[in-house]
């Protein structure tokens, strides 16, 4: 049996308190998925998120409403995937780093080509590309097909640092992982 699954209200946290509160929850795209083990908190506040200059076309959909996808494509290859925090209109979410595949796993060796477990998501693009995300996702409820969310099913350690390949706020501690979890993107 599965924990519960995530609602949007679920979501009406700070980003730094939802990044860590998503590390080992379940995260499912048409049944493909699996354990969350990295994530990364951006908020509205700090240069490096997205929102830092306010609504754009473009980031629209990381103001609201809490538990919705921001899908955006990173240095015009990959699609990356967001969870939408806080009250709608605040601009901030989370990015999930990487996941520890668990359901779909010769899908996502098809989709990326490859069959070592450790490196079918460890890094956003990965994920994207694993879990078949794609710019029309952007926008849509994360309660709702395809998209599964399940919280955590127990306490995990959690390693904090920095976050990784962004010039602005690098310094911010933002990137929060399961301890020890060999399906990081990188060792903290």
Known sequence: MRPSKLKPQDFQR???EMARVLIGAV????????????????????PASHTYGGPTARNASMFGPPGRAYVYRSYGIHWCLNFVCREEGHGAGVLIRAIEPLQGLAVMCERRGLHDPRLLCSGPGRVGQALAIAHDMNGYRLDQKPFEVHAPDRLHEIAIGPRIGISKAAEVP????LAGSPYLSRRF
Request: charged residues 35%; proline residues 0%; glycine residues 14%.
């Open 174 to 177: 933002w990137r929060f992982g």
């Open 27 to 46: 995260l499912l795209v048409d049944g493909v998925g699996g354990r969350i083990v990295e994530t990364e908190a951006y908020d509205m506040s700090e």
């Open 14 to 16: 700070d980003a730094e």
